[in-house]
């Protein structure tokens, strides 16, 4: 399996009125093609700011970020927004959908604007129903954003990330405003992109979540402070051994 992201040496320093925050400090790690990752720690850690970071959102201070062998921090910003629209996924809390559009819309939007995807309106519309259908949300195709649920809302925002065919999803919290039925759904469906293919890095405050990862990275204080991979006989197995690792390490 070749390396899809290399993390090497990263920092991030926020200064607010001449004052040094030192959010990530000299992060180092590597995702493989076709892992499914977690990001675990404590509220304030840098979870969301080392998401952003090598997701090429947000400029990291020093340090490198290798995408498919390539240091995205020395692109420039149309390069780097290609590669974004083209290879990237995005899932994130706060989810940003237009109020004037439909879900369906909305979700075949990034592969609309996509102009290095030549497929024409009709195909790209058929590729978000598409998804629309798998997802299990196709009967909410026409309803506007209002007229859904936390749940369906969700579950569009991942079509939506995935119509543009990603090799990597970047997901912050995915489930953080979903009940437990609502959350094993849209984790059942994320992990079923993973089983097509999808590299997937995400953030997660959720033990039950984190489970269904072969990974997880915990970080405190701006560092990978230890690394769980999953084993064990059964999920309910993992999981239970994932909860020791976590209360071990003062979750
Ligand atoms: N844009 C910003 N400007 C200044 N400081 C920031 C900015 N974004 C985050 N921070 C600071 O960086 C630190 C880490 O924040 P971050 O959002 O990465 O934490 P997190 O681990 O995602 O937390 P949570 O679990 O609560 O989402 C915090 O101290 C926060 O105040
Ligand atoms: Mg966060």
């Not at 024409?120 to 519309?125: I, Q, S």
Request: aromatic share 4%; net charge neutral; proline share 2%.
């Amino acid at each position: 399996m070749a390396a899809i992201l290399e993390v090497k040496d990263l920092c991030k320093t926020y200064v607010i009125e001449k004052r040094q925050n030192n959010v990530l400090k000299n992060v180092n790690f590597t995702v493989e093609e076709g892992e499914m990752v977690a990001i675990m720690g404590p509220s304030g850690s840098g979870k969301s700011t080392l998401l952003y970071a090598v997701s090429g959102m947000d400029t990291p201070t020093s340090g490198h970020v290798l995408f498919d062998g390539k240091d995205i921090t020395k692109l420039s910003a149309n390069q780097l927004a290609e590669i974004r629209l083209n290879k990237m996924g995005f899932i994130f809390q706060q989810m940003y959908m237009m109020k004037n559009l439909t879900i369906l819309d909305n979700i075949a939007l990034p592969a609309l604007e996509n102009k290095a995807d030549r497929a024409g309106k009709a195909e790209k519309m058929k590729r978000a129903e598409e998804l629309m259908r798998k997802l299990s949300i196709i009967e909410v195709a026409d309803n506007d954003i209002n007229e859904v649920s936390g749940g369906q809302l969700q579950r569009a925002c991942i079509c939506r990330s995935m119509v543009n065919k990603p090799k990597l999803l970047f997901a912050d919290e995915p489930t953080g405003a979903l009940n437990r039925t609502a959350s094993g759904e849209v984790m059942e469906e994320l992990a079923k992109l993973n089983g097509e293919g999808t590299t997937i890095m995400m953030v997660t405050h959720d033990a039950k979540v984190a489970a269904r990862c072969k990974r997880v990275l915990y970080i405190v204080d701006g560092n990978i402070k230890g690394e769980y991979l999953s084993g064990g006989d059964s999920t309910a197995e993992n999981e239970r051994r994932l909860n020791n690792w976590l209360l071990d390490l003062g979750w």
